[in-house]
């Protein structure tokens, strides 16, 4: 298969890059991931990723060439043999050997039944005369992302698309975004239905550009024909889902390799499947006896989380069972759900959860699962951040261009504490604890669909109030109109969420893996308090709040999370129209 390397979207307002260097050359072998040039654009240099495993078929722009985004730039050859065929597939061949003739029509008849799956978004194909295609590719959207879904199409074959409007909606493990068309023209082809999930750099649609699109009417299949092109794929998906996930599978009793490569002869492992499979205690072995079921047999996260659930719930082998004893740093398996018999009829609606949901979902159990957490909470005088705040909140807002508010304060109050104690600004790896030198905060930020989604502030540390008021600012602006980047939401070393905004006192949140704490703090609420001043116990009208540290006690003691604690509690009463500079 012949998969083109394009000219990669680098910003919103980036339109064309300039190629500065090959890093490969044409019939050299490429890895997925390998880094195979270099580009130049008015932002930033950077490098470009090989989407597939393969050789260096073609480079179609040479070094110190600019070209615009989209624009295909090489072309990787996954399989030798497949070009082979994809040659000899001219009218002047086909007579040389007749045994290939079966292959072509078969291979002709699949896009008859693919057709029939096409029409639940009622596209019809498009015929494009004249003009430049372009074809629009699944985007790279992070570093460890190797696939997305199409969740929705913006627009229809033989709409009219502007360069740069938005043409559909993807979903990754860790964010959706929209997709913007590269080139202006009209869409001729949609490549990729709705529901359905592809590798990155594969061809989504087809964009033509000064010439004219004619839509047309799926032609009628003959009465035998669509009996055949129905009934076949049945029987295939059919064979093929029942052993991805309902197969038994056998756990190796003994040992086992626990470093998994991203890839073992035939077989990839994305970075998400190998953190899953090491988190999980997933060996090598026990992959190889999963069947995946993405791309080319690939194990997505799908198969590895339903493999993982099955694996705890299934009885363990003898061998298994007569060494479990001794093993006394064995971590039980989670208890299978029991049986619980729900309510149905008129008066149930049901409400399938969206991906994002079933991610978070996924995301909160694995958590709970992994870490051992505990919660502090403490009481804060905040009055002097709110007479500040009322005070200078009509001049920040003209000055900046958007609404002072408490978050930035509370979240420069964790990044003071967090450098002053750094051993809570950790991951664990295994038996290992890693230190991060800098402070990466995630701001917990509720989208209007009623999801949740964590943007980082990298490098938080370097940072002042008004810094990091504006990285709230446009973080939270772009996750709420899916402008976010995965990269964006990635890295963090800690995490605060503010419960306050809806009203709540204060709450126990659950930790965002792979960091150890979570910083929470609730609602600001006037209450007398007894203040000494001068030696007398006076009662006085205070603006107070509560403040809480959620913390990994596997790694993270009480003493460590109570200073901690008390560390954000004391920057923030200390807070005040003398101290605060913004």
């Keep these: 298969m012949r998969v083109e390397v394009v000219m990669p979207k680098m ?41 597939n495993e393969g050789v260096l078929a073609e480079i179609l722009v ?28 001219t009218p002047k061949e086909e007579p040389k050997e007749e045994p290939k003739e079966e292959p072509k029509k078969e291979t002709k008849e699949e896009p008859k039944a693919t057709s029939e799956t096409k029409k639940a978004t009622e596209e019809a194909p498009a015929t494009a005369k004249g003009g430049k295609i372009t074809e629009v590719v699944m985007p790279k959207m992070g570093e460890s992302l190797q696939e997305g879904t199409v ?24 964010v959706d975004t929209e997709v913007p068309s590269p080139v202006e023209g009209v869409l001729a082809e949609i490549m990729v239905q709705e529901g359905e999930t592809v590798e990155v750099g594969v061809p989504i649609a087809k964009i033509s550009s000064g010439g004219t699109v004619e839509t047309k009417s ?9 009996k055949e092109s129905k009934a076949e794929p049945k029987k295939e998906s059919a064979a093929e889902e029942k052993p991805a996930h309902k197969a038994s599978v056998t756990i190796p009793a003994e040992g086992g390799t626990k470093e998994i490569p991203p890839r073992d002869g035939e077989n990839f492992y994305s970075p998400l499947v190998r953190k899953i499979a090491e ?31 099955n694996r705890s719930s299934a009885p363990a082998p003898k061998a298994a069972a007569a060494a479990a004893p001794k093993a006394a740093s064995t971590v039980p398996a989670a208890p299978k759900a029991p049986q619980i018999s729900l309510p149905t009829g008129d008066d149930v609606e049901v409400i399938p959860m969206d991906r994002i949901r079933q991610l978070i979902s996924d995301h909160m159990v694995y958590s709970k699962h992994t870490s051992a957490h505990v919660t502090s909470v403490a009481e804060v005088d905040v009055t002097g951040i709110v007479n500040f705040r009322n005070k200078m909140k009509a001049e920040f807002e003209k000055r900046e261009g958007f ?53 980082v502030i990298k490098g938080s540390d370097m940072l002042n109030i008004t810094g990091v008021a504006r990285s709230i600012y446009d973080l939270a602006n772009r996750a709420r109109n899916k402008k976010l980047n995965p990269d964006e939401i990635q890295g963090g070393t800690v995490t605060l969420t503010n419960v306050g905004t809806f009203g709540t006192l204060f709450g126990t949140p659950i930790i965002n893996q792979p960091q150890v704490a979570i910083f929470g703090v609730g609602a600001i609420k006037k209450r007398p308090m007894v203040k000494e001043i001068e030696g007398n116990d006076l009662i006085l009208i205070r603006q107070m709040m509560y403040a809480s540290i959620t913390y990994d006690h596997r790694v993270v003691d009480g003493m460590l999370a109570g200073q901690t604690l ?17």
């Excluded at 969740?151 to 860790?174: A, H």
């Excluded at 190889?288 to 659930?309: C, F, H, M, P, V």
Aim: net charge negative; no cysteine; hydrophobic share 35%.
């Design 11 to 51: 910003g919103e307002s980036l339109q064309e890059g300039t190629i500065t260097k090959w890093m490969k050359k044409v019939g050299e072998k490429v890895e997925r991931d390998e880094m195979i040039l270099e580009i130049s654009t008015d932002k930033v240099d950077t490098e470009v990723p090989s989407p």
């Design 62 to 89: 040479a070094e110190g060439e600019t070209v615009e985004v989209g624009t295909a730039i090489a072309i990787i050859e996954t399989d030798a043999s497949a070009s082979t065929e994809a040659k000899s597939e």
């Design 151 to 174: 969740t929705k199409w913006l627009v229809k074959v033989g709409d009219t698309v502007e360069r740069d409007q938005m043409i559909l909606e993807i979903s990754t493990d860790k």
């Design 218 to 226: 799926e032609p009628t299949p003959s009465a035998d024909e669509p």
């Design 279 to 309: 988190d999980n205690g997933v060996t090598l072995e026990e992959l190889r006896q999963i069947k995946g079921s993405g791309l080319e047999g690939r194990i997505n996260k799908t198969d590895i989380l339903d493999y993982i659930e």
């Design 403 to 455: 609404k002072l508010t408490y978050t930035p304060f509370f979240a420069q109050a964790v990044i003071d504490a967090v450098r002053q104690f750094p051993m809570v600004n950790i991951s664990v790896d295994g038996k290992n604890i890693l230190r991060h030198k800098r402070i990466n905060l995630g701001i917990a930020t509720a989208l209007p669909d009623g999801n949740l989604i964590v943007p």
């Design 566 to 582: 008390a560390a954000v509690v004391k920057n923030l009463e200390n807070m005040n129209e003398k101290t605060i500079v913004i």
